[in-house]
């Protein structure tokens, strides 16, 4: 299967101008809107370039030509889900404008569907060659497997934000955004009529048309009967952060001192930098620093102190690596920052970076108890950020998260904002690190704002049920 998706800005709901706070509540001056589009495909390419061979010579050139047919035909197929793509991104933009319109308030009155706890109204048995649901029984004996309508979209937002009666949201932009979006439901439905034609002729089920927004709310149809509610965020998966963010070289640094045995952090902060890690895509470069008294390079293969490309095994073997990292020591802010710069560097510097956006996230639960002062690790991060800029035209961003209530806040505050980055403290007990770090990208997806034409491609990963490995295209 793959996905395609765009990753739409419009004007913000709320403000007219961005703040110019570092701190985790910045204004966004738009609100973007990831949008996504999936086509079964990859039996479509499989049948047209996976030609048998005959290794003869009188045969060769008939296959070569055979060869170059399928490969332009595969390219026509990608270049229409790209213009379907743009054709939706105008839709949502358009369904955007409307949003004060009476009509749009009057729509929003029927309400929106949901998986788990509305009946569709043309609800009805998945065909077994269009999604096997195992958990439903996988259409064996001639059972239901699963509930889906093609007709009719639905909506979810995940469990924290469903603080209002039966699961709803109370949030006003929350509410606002599942009105709006109600108006792309015609076009998601009539697109999904004309994909049926269109893959029939590859032997294909199309299958959902679907985009988060930057607030949870996630729209899919055809809509499906689910069996678990609110565990699904639309902007942890890396499809929506390929879309918002474009290529970027990620650096986590994470304080691995004595302190962070406490309260569970060491627990949290794991996890929260694998959240992260699970949201790269392979167009993206990424390490993982970990710092006490001293810091060291968190590898992914044998003995590699540059940026590594985030494919699917890269990644896998980061986080092995982070859930095996133990707590004690010190905490050496420079250490922490001087191994990251310098992997920075060497990965500039041979080619291996992902070109663009360069982001740090630098977490820590306390203060600094070893090595240089603060006022040195200023310096060094002003001389690194700076020299990277001179050298190799290379905007830096850090993005500092104090966790705990013993965490340093005057220094890794002024930290984020010598690089125009985000400062964001965390409680032990009311606080959302995962959250937090997972959104650094929010920053970058201003940038993506006059790139009509931005592209990423995602290699396959798994599917957020488990069942399926899907691949993905994103487009702003």
């Known amino acids: 299967i793959i996905y395609l998706f765009y990753c739409c800005l419009s004007r913000g709901v709320y403000s007219t101008q961005p703040s110019t706070s570092t701190e985790l509540n910045l204004n966004l001056n738009r609100v973007f809107t990831t949008i996504t589009m999936i086509i079964g495909i990859i039996r479509v390419a499989a049948a047209l370039l996976l030609t048998p061979l005959t290794l003869t010579q009188r045969h060769l050139q008939p296959f070569a030509h055979a060869r170059t047919d399928a490969e332009n035909e595969v390219k026509l ?65 001639g059972g239901c497997n699963a509930l ?93 952060v390929a879309a918002s963010s474009g290529p970027k070289d990620v650096v986590l640094v994470l304080d691995v001192s004595g302190s962070m045995s406490d309260y569970g952090r060491m627990d949290l902060a794991k996890e929260a930098a694998i959240t992260v890690i699970k949201t790269l895509t392979i167009s993206d470069r990424v390490a993982v620093i970990a710092f006490s008294d001293y810091a060291y390079q968190v590898h992914s293969d044998s003995g590699t102190d540059l940026l590594v490309r985030a494919t699917n095994e890269n990644k896998n073997l980061l986080i092995d690596s982070i859930q095996q990292l133990t707590d004690g020591g010190a905490t050496n802010f420079h250490a922490g920052f001087q191994q990251a710069f310098d992997a920075l560097e060497r990965t500039i510097e041979q080619e291996y970076t992902s070109g663009c956006n360069v ?29 990277l800029a001179t050298l ?72 957020f049920s488990g069942e399926y490995y899907t691949f993905t295209s994103s487009a702003n």
């Open 148 to 240: 889906w309508d093609k007709t009719t979209s639905i909506v979810s937002i995940p469990s924290a934000l469903a603080q209002g009666k039966d699961d709803n949201p109370t949030d006003p932009e929350l509410i606002e955004t599942a009105c709006y979006t109600l108006l792309a439901e015609d076009y998601m439905r009539t697109k999904y009529e004309n994909d049926e034609i269109f893959w029939d002729s590859y032997n294909v089920q199309p299958s959902w048309t679907y985009f988060g927004a930057h607030n949870g709310l996630f729209r899919k149809l055809p809509g499906t009967v689910d069996e678990e509610c609110g565990n699904y965020d639309p902007r942890l998966r890396p499809w929506f």
């Open 392 to 463: 190799y035209n290379r905007d830096t961003k850090i993005f500092t998260f104090s966790l705990g209530a013993q965490a340093d806040r005057l220094a890794t505050k002024e930290i984020a904002c010598s690089t125009n980055g985000i400062w964001t403290p965390v409680g032990d007990f009311d606080g959302d690190l995962v959250g937090a770090m997972a959104s650094y990208y929010k920053l970058f997806a201003l940038g993506l704002g006059d790139d009509t034409e931005f592209t990423a491609w995602v290699e396959p990963y798994e599917f």
């Open 77 to 141: 197929i990608l270049q229409r889900i790209e213009e379907d793509t743009l054709k939706l991104r105008d839709e949502v933009e358009n369904a955007y404008t409307q949003r004060c319109s009476i009509e749009t308030l009057s729509q929003c009155s029927r309400g929106s569907f949901n998986g788990c706890s509305s009946v569709l109204p043309n609800q009805q048995c998945m065909a077994a060659d269009e999604l096997v649901v195992e958990a439903c029984g996988g259409g064996g004996g």
């Open 359 to 387: 982001a740090i996230l630098f977490m820590t639960d306390g203060v600094r108890t070893a090595g240089p002062e603060t006022d040195e690790v200023l310096s060094l991060i002003n001389d690194s950020t700076q020299r």
